[in-house]
Structure formats: C-alpha cells, structure tokens
C-alpha cells in the first residue's frame, strides 16, 4: 500500500539511503532510495485528510507517525510545491543578489516565510521561490541539514541533462491530478517555466498549446513530451496529437528501473530528483 507506515526496519542502513519528501497541498510523498542497493525504493504517498491543516501541520503529523522518517539519512531533500516561484535573469541576480527577493515580494505580497535563489541549470535565468514560515520552521528543527528546493528545479535539470545538443525548443508537461508543470527549453535556454492548476482535460490542452505557441515550438517539427500521471498522459497524448504532430511520453529513466517496482508509481519529480 502506497499510504502504509514508514517503520524504521523497512531500512537497515539510513546512512546509505537519500530520502526526498514532497510536501504537497494535498498529499505529502516520500521516496526513500539508495543507489547502491537493488530493489532498494520506497515509496508512500500520504493523502490529506479532513483534519489535516496547512502544508506544515500535515508534514509534521506524516513524519510523527512514520519513524522511519526521523532516521540518520545520507541526504534529505525537501521539495517544496505549488506555483509560488518566480524566475530572473541570471544576469541581475550576478548584478544584485536582492534583486530576486524583490521580485518576490512584489509578485507574492501575502506571502510569509523566507524567500530563496538558486541557480537553474540554463545560463539565461535564475529561480526565486518562498518557503512558508512554519514550513521552514519544521524543517529547521526536524531536519537542520536538509536540502530544501522548488519541485520543478529537478525536472529542469533532468530535462536539460537529457535534451542532448539540440537547440530546437522542446516542451516538457508533467502531469498531476490537477496541476502541471509546463517547460519549454531550446539548448541551454529557458523560454518557459510554470505550474498550472487545471478543472478538466480540454482545459490542459488550451493550456499546453497556448503556451507551446507563445513559446514558439513549431506545431509540425517540435516535440511536446509528457510525464507524471499515466492516465492523464494517456488522455493527453489523442487530444494533443490533433493540433501538434509530436507529441510523446518521456522515457523513464532506465538507471531507475534497478530501484525497485515502487520506482514506477512515484511522482517523476522524486524519481529524477537523485539522478542530478
């Protein structure tokens, strides 16, 4: 069962394992892996429930009432979700560090918590995202030494990684119940980078073509590649195919397939998440 408890005995040696925890408005997943054992992923996703509260509150009773979450892991690595990010040109952020909080601010006035930078993998843009108050206040306290980023950094840099040296824009959708990251990438640009909330199918689909266009992708030529939620793809793949010729699945990662059955189910920002 992908929502059974984590017990510490799943795990004979934490200190060789990486656990990656996306906590998420409605669920909070974790992935548990180690590189040098096969078979070695775990992976459980705990819905929320009536009672749960805000992201923070529902992180700290999922780790309260998982042991295995409070072990002495090699690495633990915190993806933060939602559309709160904003990117900036690499170029300011060299010439004012500030410069990308003030973004921020402006862009998410309500907002509390602290506010971040980090590089990206593209030479043109930088990400900016926040950290709510009480989130960053657990995380400080339960896991001092963590990594904590924006859930679509991972998806940027596995999808550069594997872009190869081509210089023609390419879109990549990653799919949830609900919401999608959309990038669009040509070489070692980014041209687009957002995360949506949408109601139905159709609505993805004007979405995604809305923004292949303003991106500039070539309907004919340029590829859109598709990932996440299988059923979501499946659906996709027919509607899109009407109005934009390449349209495909990413492969998953096949240095993946040695980490166990549990590897398939998990979301693919936490399968790629260990990969760069």
């Known amino acids: 069962m992908i929502d059974s408890r984590l017990d510490k005995d799943l795990v004979s040696d934490p200190s060789i394992y990486t656990m990656l925890i996306r906590a998420g408005r409605d669920a909070v997943d974790v992935v548990i892996y180690s590189p ?9 996703s705990f819905t929320k429930n ?15 009432d ?3 979450m409070l072990a002495d892991f090699r690495r633990t690595v915190l993806l933060v979700t939602g559309p709160s990010y904003t990117l900036v040109p690499s170029e300011l952020i060299e010439t004012d560090p500030q410069a990308g909080t003030l973004a921020y601010r402006f862009l998410y006035p309500d907002a509390e918590g602290s506010v971040e930078t980090r590089a990206t993998p593209f030479h043109n843009a930088s990400i900016v995202y926040g950290i709510d108050r009480r989130l960053a206040g657990f995380i400080g306290r339960t896991y001092p030494t963590a990594t904590v980023i924006p859930h679509i950094l991972p998806l940027m840099k596995y999808f550069v990684a594997r872009s190869g040296r081509s210089n ?6 990653n799919l949830r119940s609900g919401d999608a990251d959309m990038l669009v990438v040509a070489g070692t640009n980014l041209r687009q980078a957002v995360t949506i909330s949408f109601r139905n ?9 809305s923004s292949a266009r303003a991106a500039g992708l070539d309907p004919l030529t340029d590829s859109i590649l598709l990932s996440g939620d299988r059923d979501l793809r499946e659906q996709l793949n027919q509607m899109l195919r009407a109005y934009h010729a390449r349209v495909m699945p990413v492969i998953f990662p096949p240095e993946m397939f040695k980490a ?5 189910s998990a979301p693919f920002d936490l399968i790629v998440a260990p990969l760069v």
């Open 260 to 264: 166990g059955r549990e590897a398939m």
């Open 66 to 68: 998982n042991p295995l």
């Open 201 to 209: 199918t159709a609505d993805l689909v004007y979405h995604i073509l």
């Open 50 to 64: 009536e009672t749960s509260g805000d992201v923070a509150s529902r992180l700290e009773e999922v780790v309260y």
């Open 36 to 44: 040098m054992v096969d078979n070695s992923l775990i992976y459980r």
């Open 168 to 173: 023609s824009p390419r879109m990549l959708v």
